[in-house]
Structures are given as structure tokens and as C-alpha cells.
Nanobody, 116 residues
Framework: QVQLVESGGGLVQPGGSLRLSCAAS????????MSWYRRVPGQERELVAR????????NYADSVKGRFTISRDNAKNTVYLQMSSLKPEDTAAYYC?????????WGPGTQVTVSS
């Protein structure tokens, strides 16, 4: 079955950096685009970044452009989100996502808290 497991979240000071990882299994990872979303309690889930199956194209939310970088290693079935210059408003639960045959799959999420 499809499994997505995020890791790398934590508490970081404003201006700091974190790298999130998402380990994928149960599907042909190299054939599918991957995305990172985030959600703050009481708000709608926000698409943060997306990367195509071979990593040739990426898209970012305006709020993270220039600060976050999405990448993938198809040999390791892993997608990453490098986050730099973190701001308190980046505080959220971050989720890995893929869509297979019109079905969305999600990991359990990893919490990122940006606070001094």
C-alpha cells in the first residue's frame, strides 16, 4: 500500500533552516509528481511546493519563493523540502502528498514551529 512518512520537523528560531524529508513506498515513485502542503489549525491546507516526477520542474507558493527548495532523490524514493529564512508564519504541520489515479495520498505530517 502507498505510504508517505515525513520527518525533519521541529522548533527553529526565526531566520533558521530545516530540511524535511518524505520517504515514499508502495508505488512507482519516479513516475509521479510529489508535493508538500502545510496547514495551520483553523485554516485551509496550503500547497507549498510541487516537483515533477523527474525533478525537471518545480512550483512554489508565493509565500515561500526564494526561501524553500523542493527536491527529490528517485533512487531513495524520497522527496525533500529545504526551508531557509524561516518566519513565524511558516509555523504549521507539513504534509507530503502524491496523487495516484485521481486519489490523493498523505503522510501523517511533521510539525514545524518557528519561534524565538
Amino acid at each position: 500500500q502507498v505510504q508517505l512518512v515525513e520527518s525533519g520537523g521541529g522548533l527553529v528560531q526565526p531566520g533558521g533552516s530545516l530540511r524535511l524529508s518524505c520517504a515514499a513506498s508502495g508505488f512507482a515513485f519516479s513516475m509521479h509528481a510529489m508535493s508538500w502542503y502545510r496547514r495551520v489549525p483553523g485554516q485551509e491546507r496550503e500547497l507549498v511546493a510541487r516537483i515533477t516526477n523527474l525533478g525537471s520542474s518545480t512550483n512554489y507558493a508565493d509565500s515561500v519563493k526564494g526561501r524553500f527548495t523542493i527536491s527529490r532523490d528517485n533512487a531513495k524514493n524520497t522527496v525533500y523540502l529545504q526551508m531557509s529564512s524561516l518566519k513565524p508564519e511558516d509555523t504549521a504541520a507539513y504534509y507530503c502528498n502524491t496523487r495516484l489515479l485521481f486519489n490523493d495520498y498523505w503522510g501523517p505530517g511533521t510539525q514545524v514551529t518557528v519561534s524565538s
